[in-house]
């Protein structure tokens, strides 16, 4: 900020260009840009002298204040699969999500828009959190704020596209083809929603959350919301809905949220606002970017494949599915027949605590209960091990279902047709072959 003052101020005498001075342009540079009109805009926008300014197309932005997508930062993923680079989408092989608390290296990564460039900088300076509308007191919160003036908690919270799974529904809907991995389980560091809503005072008349973030648009428009999405005042104040600054004991990576991000468990990932700026209460449902219209949204009532269901049938999805993975062994493996070989994964539920965990050998003939061991905490993914002894030589499958707490299992087909491919929840397969 303080160097853009210092660039219009000077700008009639242009400073040397330097890599430095490009270096220094930042967002604020891009949306002063953008929201500036007429033939001197490029030249004041940038501080210099642009000796070819009038062959410039008008509206196109300049290559210096090309905003990073954040695809540098896939270097340190491990062996994810990139479905979109811009925006940047990617997600984790089963057998890479073996680890109980995932790590940022194998974390997935759904970005609506661009990642900030405050969260690529690693620039927390300044940052404020505000809480308003039907509250009794406003609130613009620091990030020492929240460290200070609230109890601090950490917890292992599930995060999960909702439209994980969605490669398997037929028809196919359209966005991201997420097979099993939009899903991970790291272990995250703030302060409960909860307690800084208390603080606020919220209203009789507060019926709903609206989060907003500083991520950019993927067209560069400055004042388009990227993604605003809520949740119920009750789901709000539960004790795991976390605002969160660290994820494994480490600032949260800019990929997924730094300095600050809602966590909000058993709900779609996209109630869980990265770059967290502002939490709206609101006397109605909340209306932002992708609430409504087909976005994060199912029919009321179930719909054969490809139906097309009007808008008004189409309710808000709130809690995920019961569901699992098999993140050992990987898929394809060789095994040897008649030896037991350890087969073990995660479960995790919407509503809580998983109650069971069944495993088939036989293509869903046969199910053996496999060992489950307890959530460290509520919305937390849950460790599950069997063995399996295939009795001769030849291919197998092993189907694994998870059963929650209100006796509602995985189905083995996809569960419930809907127009944007939310909430597969089918049994997770994996091959083996023994020889
Ligand atoms: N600001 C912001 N928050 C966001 C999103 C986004 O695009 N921008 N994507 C949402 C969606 S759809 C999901 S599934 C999760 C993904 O979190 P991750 O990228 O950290 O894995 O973030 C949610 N929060
Ligand atoms: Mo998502």
Not at 108 to 120: H, S
Not at 290 to 300: A, E, T
Not at 400 to 429: E, L
Request: proline content about 7%; aromatic content about 8%; overall charge negative.
């Amino acid at each position: 900020m303080e160097l853009l003052i210092d660039r219009q101020e000077d700008h009639d005498q242009p400073e040397e260009i330097t890599s430095t001075t490009l270096e220094r342009l930042t967002v604020s540079d891009r949306r002063s840009f953008l929201k500036s009109t007429g033939l001197t805009a490029l030249g004041a926008a940038l501080g210099m002298a642009v000796p070819f300014e009038k062959h410039f197309p008008k509206g196109l932005v300049p290559a210096a204040f090309a905003q990073d997508t954040g695809a540098d930062l896939m270097s340190e993923k491990d062996g994810l699969t990139v479905h979109n680079d811009r925006p940047l989408n990617a997600e984790t092989p089963a057998h890479l999500l073996d680890d109980d608390i995932t790590p940022y290296s194998r974390l997935f990564v759904r970005a609506n828009g661009l990642v900030p460039q405050t969260a690529l900088d690693k620039d927390a300076s300044g940052w404020m959190l505000t809480i308003d509308g039907e509250v009794e007191n406003e609130l613009s919160l620091t990030i020492d704020d929240l460290k200070n003036d609230f109890e601090q908690v950490t917890l292992a919270l599930v995060l999960e596209c909702g439209g994980n799974g969605r490669a398997f529904f037929q028809p196919g809907a359209s966005g991201n083809q997420w097979t099993v991995g939009a899903v991970g389980c790291p272990q995250w560091t703030g302060v409960r929603l909860r307690d800084v809503l208390e603080k606020a005072g919220v209203k009789s008349s507060a019926v709903y959350t609206g989060h907003y973030g500083n991520d950019v648009d993927i067209s560069g428009d400055p004042d388009k919301v990227v993604i605003s999405r809520g949740v119920s005042i009750e789901k709000a104040m539960e004790p795991e809905a976390l605002i969160a600054w660290a994820m494994n004991g480490e600032d949260i990576p800019a990929l997924h949220g730094f300095p600050v991000r809602l966590v909000i468990p058993g709900y779609p990932g996209s109630v869980s606002q990265k770059y967290l700026t502002r939490i709206w209460i609101r006397d109605k449902e909340h209306d932002g970017p992708k609430m409504g219209g087909y976005s994060y949204r199912m029919p009321k009532y179930p719909v054969a494949p490809g139906t097309e269901v009007p808008e008004e049938d189409m309710e808000i999805l709130t809690e995920m599915p019961v569901k699992s993975i098999i993140t050992a062994p990987t898929t394809g493996a060789q095994v040897a027949s008649g030896e037991a070989v350890e087969v073990r994964g995660h479960a995790w539920a919407g509503n809580g605590d998983v109650k069971a965990m069944h495993i088939s050998l036989d293509f869903g003939q046969t199910w053996q209960e496999a060992t489950l061991e307890p959530a460290p905490n509520k919305y937390a993914w849950q460790r599950w091990r069997a063995e399996v002894t295939p009795p001769e030589q030849g291919y197998y499958e092993v189907w694994a279902r998870a059963t929650d707490m209100n006796d509602v299992s995985q189905p083995a087909v996809t569960p419930g047709w809907n127009p944007r491919g939310y909430g597969n929840n089918m049994i997770h397969r994996i091959a083996l072959f023994a020889s």
